[in-house]
């Protein structure tokens, strides 16, 4: 079977969580959005239309959450661990990226987002 690489985006999957490495931000929090894109053979799925076959979103969206709810002084910590942990649980992912924002950082002006993008996956 040849291979079909595409495409898996998971789009604004929000938080509430508490990182940051200010007392607030550990104690009131912050509200956070995660993306996630990856590519990945679907070549199988694509064949059979069985869901054995294809990338459980749910499962993707399960390890963010997980990573989501450990708190972490820096935004390049909590992407870096989410990479990590994709990477464990989907090695089939070709190669991957990870987005993690937070609204309105705290910083002395208006800033609406900051946001880390990490990359993962076997060709990273």
């Not at 679907?42 to 749910?58: G, H, K, P, R, T």
Request: net charge negative.
């Amino acid at each position: 079977m040849n291979k079909k690489i595409g495409t898996i985006e998971l789009e604004g999957m929000e938080f509430r969580a508490h990182h940051g490495c200010l007392e607030r931000e550990t104690i009131i929090g912050n509200d956070f959005v995660v993306d996630f894109r990856g590519d990945v053979d679907m070549a199988a799925a694509i064949e059979s239309d069985n869901l054995e076959d294809a990338v459980n979103y749910a499962h993707i969206y399960n390890v963010v959450a997980r990573e989501m709810a450990q708190p972490s002084n820096l935004l390049e910590h909590v992407a870096g661990r989410i990479v990590k942990a994709l990477e464990a649980e989907f090695p089939q992912f070709v190669s991957f990226s990870v987005r993690v924002s937070k609204k309105r950082p705290p910083v002395n002006g208006i800033v609406h987002w900051s946001r880390i993008t990490v990359h993962g996956g076997r060709n990273a």
